[in-house]
């Protein structure tokens, strides 16, 4: 689709804000004309034929002309302001959504920086599109067409010979219009990249301070920051070197018509309210003529965001299926499953079979980077197996609705991610529409509910970025609490206590016990203490399943599961 179309479909849904704009603008186009026609009758009658009982009149008109060409472009300006404020809104608002609604995998390959770039951003520089470029569009090339039928109506031969310096505006005009979207692409491909920096450092202060890294990152930030600083600049000379040859030509073109058009005068060719109109007219229209060009630079800036935004938007959303569960029956089944990330030839798993039982407590344990992580990310349809079938009460989750699965499953993991809000939204984020007591049932069931208390504002505590302001202990049992609010048939608990100190994992233990009860529960762990009762454990090995039994069979049979056992102590 050309920028034209784009354009046009981005801007349908204001084009009732925009007509009227036309019609505004038409109107101080009008106007514009009118004032530039008055000077002829008021320079030859009043002036030149010495009717000076006019002359108490014109100023009057002038006034009133003036006066209601700033209102109309007052309304005109205020309505395209307005639409451009909606876009972006609006824009952001469609930005926002679509990226929920992405595949887990884009944002392995994406930088957040790149993403909230184009959701903060990008979507801000389309403002520029309605109040800049369409505003100009709409109000200065009506204001041309009127000013030149009656500069040609006052003399054509003055009028065309003045404008033959106006090719030399749109050739330069275009030529360096190139050059600014070129340059803008690549100021905000640094953009992304320096919010990315900022997001990493803020995330990942206590390690830049015990590493004592400050000073690194910021000289780091410092030369990526004057970078899109030189691209900003020669963004800017573009954009500024337009209007240095736009006045150039304009000085030129109104030498030319001063030459010209006063020898003409001399001569009695044309009279001084000619010539004066002529002048007038041929001035005001230069002046919409470098709004345009200034327009049409911007619209090259403009256009980046929007190949941008496209780039964004033509991302597919995660697929999903129409069938819809209500509830989890039988067994989950992963049948010959192998998977590879997208753009790598190594299986992460490898003809993985396996079912699990309603009300089963399945462990997975194997070294680091055996798939385990990502076997339990397979479940919900994070991922897609690459060969083979994953499937709920015989139904391939391929073809089930995606959220109806999700509400089937919860998840704790090591890896904690909370809300910047208060203790109660961050439980209640488990289950929509949920009661206080329904919450505080929760956190009593994780033990949470004795630190919450602790707190001055109790439940409206707010806990701070990802919760930077409780411990992990704290962070997990509020995690969990959400699980238990949630109430799903299937639990997985991944990595649940593995960071945690032994007092906060006995804690955490217990509050993971209760949840545990009567539920499908799949344990991943490096610490073998938290799988021991559990109904049966598979070995996975190089994305294999090697083996499956309980504690007691693998122990004595199993050198894999000894060593295990054995490199962490648990008794």
């Known amino acids: ?21 036309i019609v505004l603008g038409l109107a101080v186009s009008g106007i514009t004309a009118a004032i530039a026609w008055a000077v002829k009758p008021a320079l030859d009658e009043i002036f030149a034929d010495k009717k000076y009982e006019y002359l108490k009149f014109f100023p009057a008109a002038v006034f009133f002309l003036f006066s209601l060409k700033g209102i109309l472009n007052y309304a005109q300006s205020f309505l395209m302001k307005a639409a451009g404020i909606k876009l972006v809104r609006d824009t952001r608002n469609r930005l926002y959504s679509h990226v929920l609604n992405l595949p887990i995998g884009y944002f392995n390959k994406e930088s957040s920086g790149v993403i909230i770039s184009r959701i903060m951003y990008d979507a801000d520089v389309l403002s520029g599109l309605m109040s ?3 505003k100009a569009f709409v109000l200065e090339v009506p204001t041309i067409i009127f000013l030149l039928c009656l500069a040609f109506y006052r003399r054509w031969d003055l009028t065309l010979m003045t404008l033959s310096v106006l090719p030399f505006i749109a050739y330069s005009t275009r030529k360096i219009g190139k050059d600014v979207r070129k340059k803008r692409k690549e100021a905000q491909r640094k953009l992304s990249f320096l919010t990315q920096k900022v997001g990493e450092s803020i995330l990942g202060i206590r390690i830049i301070k015990i590493f004592n890294r400050g000073k690194t990152r910021a000289d780091n930030f410092i030369d990526e920051n004057q970078r ?11 954009k500024e070197f337009t209007k240095l040859v736009t006045e150039i030509v304009t000085g030129l073109g109104i030498a030319v018509i001063l030459w010209y058009g006063g020898n003409m005068v001399v001569k009695g060719i044309i009279t001084t309210g000619d010539f004066a109109s002529i002048l007038v007219a041929i001035y005001m229209i230069f002046f919409p003529t470098r709004k345009i060009g200034e327009a049409y630079t911007s619209l090259q800036e403009i256009r980046a965001s929007i190949d941008r935004v496209d780039t964004l938007l033509n991302v597919g959303p995660e ?14 089944k992963f049948e010959k499953v192998s998977f590879a990330y997208p753009g790598r030839k190594n299986f ?14 399945i462990a997975i344990v194997g070294q680091s980077g055996m798939g385990k992580s990502t076997l339990i990310d397979l479940i919900p349809g994070f991922h897609k197996p690459s060969t083979g079938a994953i499937t709920i009460d015989g139904i391939d989750i391929n073809i089930v609705d995606i959220r109806s699965l ?16 208060t203790v109660k939204e961050n439980i209640a984020f488990g289950k929509q529409g949920v009661t206080d007591n329904e919450i505080i049932e929760a956190a009593k069931l994780s033990y949470a509910d004795e630190f919450i208390n602790e707190f001055p504002e109790k439940y409206d505590t707010a806990i701070g970025e990802r919760g930077l302001k409780l411990s992990g202990g704290q962070k997990q049992r509020i995690a969990i609490a959400r699980a238990i609010l949630k109430n799903p048939p299937i639990l997985i608990l991944d990595e649940a206590t593995s960071s945690l100190d032994s007092v906060s994992e006995s804690i955490v233990q217990k509050a993971l ?7 499908t529960t799949i344990v991943i762990a490096h610490r073998l203490s938290t799988i021991k009762n559990a109904d049966r454990i598979v070995i996975l090995d190089k994305g294999k399943i090697t083996d499956i039994g309980t504690h007691e069979q693998l122990i004595s049979r199993n ?9 962490f102590s648990f008794s």
């Open 559 to 567: 050198d894999v599961y000894m060593k295990l056992y054995s490199a």
């Open 319 to 332: 697929e999903s299926g129409n069938i819809k569960l209500d509830e989890f029956k039988d067994s989950l």
């Open 228 to 238: 899109y600083y030189r691209e900003l600049l020669k963004v800017e000379r573009y």
């Open 1 to 21: 689709m050309n920028i034209i179309g784009k354009i046009i479909k981005l801007t349908k849904p204001y084009w009732p804000q925009i007509l009227i704009s």
């Open 513 to 519: 016990e209760k949840v545990m009860k009567g539920r």
């Open 406 to 421: 999700r509400e089937l499953i919860g998840i704790v993991s090591q890896d904690i991610i909370l809300f910047n809000d």
């Open 348 to 361: 992460v798993l490898k003809d993985l079979t396996l079912e699990i039982k309603r009300g089963e407590i």
């Open 132 to 134: 800049n470029v369409i």
